[in-house]
């Protein structure tokens, strides 16, 4: 395993262990998990054929359950946290829903080509990915022909903000055509994320073999602690996309 990796896997071992010490809470979270409305928009369609999913970065499965909520037939979440799969799938099991998790790393997912009607990530998920092309490989291979892939993530523009609370402001060590960065904030402090432009992550889908369909920017970051008002997160930068590409 790469020596990046392995420190950002044994990173997340540790961030995920809020998902076991805050299980209850969460186990009543998951009853009301609802997609954000801005992906209901773009996913009605499909969740309404009832399709087969694959969560790639499945984390906490709290999407997963919201995801059956709204139509999936059936989600397998894969993620390399041990510790959040293992919660994940508890959950799942307390609640009779029909998500099942896998320990594995992206890409290199072990199931069979054509498994699902849709593939589901972001949220903090492409960041983690040090070779997007072999990553969008394998979520085309992973995709019945025809099959959607959806991604609701970070913009790339995020990693430049400031959490400044007075005015908007760049970061004087980020760059938005840097390579990667070392994560300096909850939950992941110390572990290295890759940055991808919002460019090369459509053009690596197109080489991929996918169309896209849809391209969408948000003003709102998905995430934000909630200790912190910063002004880039008032809606005058973005914060947030979301993209929905078909396997050709």
């Known amino acids: 395993m790469h020596l990046d990796v392995a420190k950002n896997r044994t990173a997340w071992e540790k961030a995920s262990q809020h998902h076991l010490d805050g299980y209850d809470e969460l186990l009543a979270e998951a009853t009301q998990a609802q997609l954000l409305d801005r992906e209901l928009a773009l996913l009605e369609p499909i969740l309404a054929t009832r399709p087969t999913v694959i969560h790639l970065q499945s984390g906490h499965g709290i999407d997963d359950l919201a995801l059956v909520a709204a139509g999936a037939d059936s989600v397998i979440g894969v993620d390399y946290s041990m510790t959040a799969a293992t919660a994940a799938q508890r959950r799942a099991v307390d609640l009779n829903k029909p998500c099942r998790y896998l320990v594995a790393e992206v890409p290199g997912v072990p199931l069979a080509d054509e498994t699902a009607d849709l593939v589901y990530t972001g949220k903090g998920a492409i960041i983690w990915m040090r070779d997007l092309a072999a990553w969008a490989t394998d979520a085309a291979r992973l995709l019945k022909p025809?099959?959607?892939?959806?991604?609701?993530?970070?913009?790339?523009?995020?990693?430049?903000?400031?959490?400044?609370?007075?005015?908007?402001?760049?970061?004087?060590?980020?760059?938005?055509?840097g390579r990667s960065h070392i994560n300096d904030s909850f939950p992941a402090n110390g572990?290295?994320?890759?940055?991808?432009?919002?460019?090369?992550?459509?053009?690596?889908?197109?080489?991929?073999?996918?169309?896209?369909?849809?391209?969408?920017?948000?003003?709102?970051?998905?995430?934000q602690p909630s200790d912190v008002s910063a002004a880039a997160w008032t809606g005058r930068l973005p914060n947030a996309f979301a993209l929905l590409a078909r396997k050709s």
């Open 146 to 177: 025809g099959g959607a892939l959806f991604i609701y993530e970070a913009h790339p523009m995020t990693p430049l903000w400031t959490w400044d609370e007075d005015e908007p402001r760049v970061r004087a060590d980020r760059s938005y055509f």
């Open 191 to 223: 572990a290295r994320e890759w940055q991808w432009s919002l460019g090369e992550i459509i053009t690596t889908l197109v080489a991929a073999g996918f169309e896209v369909q849809a391209v969408e920017e948000y003003a709102e970051p998905f995430w």
